[in-house]
């Protein structure tokens, strides 16, 4: 069974502090998402990492996948209120009929003004 | 470039009916995938269509069925609906295993 740990699974802090969510897995994945979703709406798609040991920059947000491509973290750098929401990483695995998208839990995040 | 749509936005039915929720895909995205999503959770996967065949399933009953359409919209239908089908029902068109694009979902309270 394939599994993909996210932690922390909450978080609270206050504005301008920094933060990193891990999505851990013993599986190795082609790629991995992170998505972002606010409540009563839809994930959003944030970022995609292919590489093993890329890193990718979306303002003040970083993502990093691991060397061996097991695992990957999104670390927020002067957290704003507006990046209150659920982060939830998402691993590309298998290939051919197999292939499916194997879901963290989420980490939740809070903010505080 | 139209985003995935779905409907309706909320429902409310009651313990053993049935239910069909809709969703249409992006423009240029032949999968479609649907998720059940609790309050403060990650989405669980119930099943994928590919080209009008399931592609794919989650941990999920039977009376969770669905349909694909040639035009790539999808149905989702739950049968003898429970309690502990109250959820988010979420959405995602995409091409085969890339990134899933979510419609805004449909809240479902089954009372």
Known sequence: ?113 | ETGVTQSPTHLIKTRGQQVTLRCSSQSGHNTVSWYQQALGQGPQFIFQYYREEENGRGNFPPRFSGLQFPNYSSELNVNALELDDSALYLCASSLVGYEQYFGPGTRLTVT
């Open chain 1, 1 to 113: 069974t394939q599994l993909l740990e996210q932690s922390p699974q909450f978080l609270s802090i206050q504005e301008g502090e920094n933060l990193t969510v891990y999505c851990n897995s013993s599986s190795v994945f082609s790629s991995l998402q992170w998505y972002r979703q606010e409540p009563g709406e839809g994930p959003v798609l944030l970022v995609t990492v292919v590489t093993g040991g890329e890193v990718k920059k979306l303002k003040r947000l970083t993502f990093q996948f691991g060397d061996a491509r097991k695992d990957s973290s999104l670390h927020i750098t002067a957290a704003q209120p507006g990046d209150t929401g659920l982060y939830l990483c998402a691993g590309d695995w298998g290939a051919g009929n197999n292939r499916k998208l194997i879901w963290g839990l989420g980490t939740s995040l809070a903010v505080n003004p």
